[in-house]
């Protein structure tokens, strides 16, 4: 078949494709040292920044998503071809 997923596979294989992306790991690490930045780490606080991580974090988590959804529906349709 021509499908890259099943059921099971498509969560995990779907976010690792997503995080091979340069981009999205870079959007990934800024968030991390933003979250480390505003809340601390084992009680210290490295250093303050002006904005929440939850500006890097939620585009981030977005932009994922509707890629998910994207690739959830053109895998779906493939399986419909593969089965036709």
Avoid: C
């Amino acid at each position: 078949g021509t499908a890259k997923y099943s059921v099971w596979t498509f969560l995990p294989r779907g976010i690792f494709e997503q995080f091979r992306r340069v981009a999205n790991i870079f959007f990934l690490w800024i968030s991390i040292m933003m979250i480390i930045g505003t809340y601390g780490f084992f009680g210290y606080d490295f250093f303050y920044s002006p904005i929440t991580p939850w500006t890097t974090v939620g585009p981030l988590a977005i932009i994922v998503g509707m890629v998910l959804v994207k690739e959830g529906f053109e895998d779906s349709k493939r399986h419909k071809a593969d089965h036709e």
